[in-house]
């Protein structure tokens, strides 16, 4: 696992949306995990910026989501098929061809999670995942004490996690309480995992990500099993690593020509 603290939200932004370009540039139709919510914006908005100011070509790319709700109608605004077309489908200049996701409003949701994580091997895998994380250490809809071995299912949402994304909607009574999401062992199964983090709310679960043991209760701490797996945070986030100072040491040290 490598770590690369960063000065704020913009400037990991910019360094993500930057291994994203090289990857597109390596090959083409790259399969992309993408997360919602605030935190990942700021690299979705620097890469729309490349695409603009160098034509990076990003024609042939593929997106996939992380996770979806389940109940909401097709077509709201804060389904996550929805804020995917709408922040970084469509700013990237890309079809809904392009894009797969979860059927949150299918009718056997069962059925529709199996569905979605064969389609996952069959498109080749997802070439790199992109990750928040919550104030609990959960990835995608993975709450604490999910299995480290588990696949695309349903999952229900702590009140926690619920709380955390009521600004999203008009009030809490309007948050779903179940959602589709990649499992753990789904997730792994990426070829590169970036996760970014930004605030000092983020500082406990990202300490424990990185320093505490692997354990079904920090449900984040399973990137340390993965073999290419990056985590960049900014200062606020990073205030409570004990390795902070390394941290920084290790990056400085970084080959020139070697991406994350």
């Not at 690369?4 to 932004?13: S, Y």
């Not at 996690?161 to 959602?179: K, W």
Request: charged share 20%; with cysteine.
């Amino acid at each position: 696992m490598e770590i690369v603290i960063v000065p704020d939200a913009a400037a990991g932004g910019e360094l993500i949306a930057a291994a994203i370009a090289d990857l597109l540039t390596r090959k083409p139709d790259a399969l992309l995990g993408v997360a919602t919510g605030s935190t990942p914006l700021p690299i979705y908005q620097a890469l729309a910026g490349k695409v603009h100011s160098t034509g990076l070509d990003v024609s042939r790319a593929r997106i996939c989501q992380l996770d979806e709700y389940v109940g909401l109608p097709k077509g709201h605004p804060e389904s996550y098929r929805s804020v995917v077309l709408r922040e970084v489908v469509e700013p990237l200049g890309l079809t809904e061809s392009s894009f797969m996701g979860p059927d949150g409003s299918a009718e056997d949701i069962a059925a529709a999670c199996l569905a979605y994580d064969q389609a996952l091997t069959a498109a080749g895998g997802v070439d790199l995942q992109l990750l928040g994380i919550g104030t609990d250490g959960h990835i995608g809809f993975n709450e604490p004490c999910s299995s480290l071995a588990s696949r695309t299912r349903i999952k229900t949402l702590t009140e926690q996690t619920r709380v955390d994304n009521a600004r999203f909607f008009n009030n809490l009574d309007e948050v779903p309480h179940h959602v589709i999401t990649q499992g753990i062992g789904t997730i792994l199964e990426a070829r590169h995992l970036v996760l970014l983090a930004t605030g000092e709310a983020k500082a406990d679960a990202v300490a424990l990500t990185v320093e505490g043991p692997v354990s079904a209760l920090v449900p984040a701490s399973a990137l340390q099993l993965h073999p290419h797996a990056t985590v960049v945070v900014d200062e606020a986030a990073a205030s409570g690593l004990k390795l902070a100072d390394y941290f920084r040491a290790t990056w400085a040290a970084k080959p020139s020509w070697q991406s994350i």
